[in-house]
């Protein structure tokens, strides 16, 4: 049987402000990236999202941004790798203490918007992260596309070597023919009807593909499937996955636990 795991953005309000429905997500998915606070979210939904977690056995990652909670994290920027790193261990210093007060922890960090795009190319910014992840656990797992800088930041001989690195699809998102994803300032670069999004995530999971905007089919082998907590109608789409998946005897475990997708 295929195993996958389901995760989602979560934790992205501030303040009076909400952006999605964590309670309802968190019943859906099996992994919770939750925001930080550069980005989004404070410590009063950190808190909130992390006991939710807790209560419902899904497992919390740091969500870690790019200072930039004016632009949500979406906005390229140039960071010194010193900065950068110390940035990056703030944020999943801050959650994994959070989660721990709620009876829970950290297991995995993934990086957000304009930095997950820029670790996927840069291997400055890449190195940067995952430095981060290793000086606070280097058994902590990092998300990142397949073929991603990330990966060579991680393999042997590199500082970071200990890193583990899980490939990640996003069924929500079109995707380029060289498997990145399209500029979200492209049109059609989100998806949102419910269907379409359950069969691309199906085809991930059990296929190891996804067919591009312009019709190739992209290989995109993958151990963990995206959707997006902002997007408009994230629950439901959220719940189309799940139950497609589970109709396709796919087995929903997360990723950081005994017996998730290997």
């Known amino acids: 049987m295929t195993v996958i795991d389901l ?9 009076v402000w909400r952006l999605g429905d964590d309670l309802a997500l968190l019943d859906v998915v099996t992994s919770a990236n939750v925001a930080c606070g550069f980005h989004a979210g404070d410590p009063l939904i950190m808190r909130r ?19 930039d909670l004016a632009g949500f994290g979406r906005r ?29 922890r950290v297991g995995y960090v993934k990086p957000h918007g304009a930095l ?31 073929g991603s800088a990330v990966h060579a930041a991680t393999g042997p001989g590199t500082e970071a070597e200990r890193v583990p690195v899980v490939p990640e699809g996003y069924a929500d998102r079109a995707y380029t023919a060289d498997g990145t994803l399209v ?17 691309r995530a199906v085809r991930m999971a059990v296929d190891g ?42 087995r929903l475990r997360p990723f950081t636990s005994p017996g998730g997708p290997a």
Do not use: K, W
């Open 7 to 15: 995760n989602a953005d979560l934790g992205e309000g501030f303040g």
């Open 116 to 146: 997950y795009n820029r670790i996927a190319r840069d291997p400055g910014q890449a190195r940067a992260v995952v430095a981060a992840v290793a000086a606070y656990d280097p058994a902590l797992p990092v998300l990142a596309l397949p």
């Open 183 to 199: 500029s979200r300032r492209s049109p059609g670069a989100v998806i949102h009807d419910p269907g379409a999004v359950a069969r």
């Open 209 to 250: 593909s996804v067919t591009a905007a312009d019709g190739v089919e992209v290989p995109l082998e993958v151990r963990s499937i995206c959707v997006h907590g902002d997007t408009p109608g994230a629950v439901e789409l959220a719940r189309a996955v799940r139950a497609a998946l589970l109709a396709a005897d796919v």
């Open 49 to 67: 999202v992390c006991a939710a977690a807790v209560e419902r056995g899904v497992a919390i990652g740091a969500q870690v941004s790019y200072r």
């Open 76 to 104: 390229e920027m140039d960071v010194a790798p010193a900065e950068l790193t110390a940035e990056v261990l703030y944020q999943i210093a801050a959650l994994d203490g959070i989660a721990r007060a709620e009876g829970g």
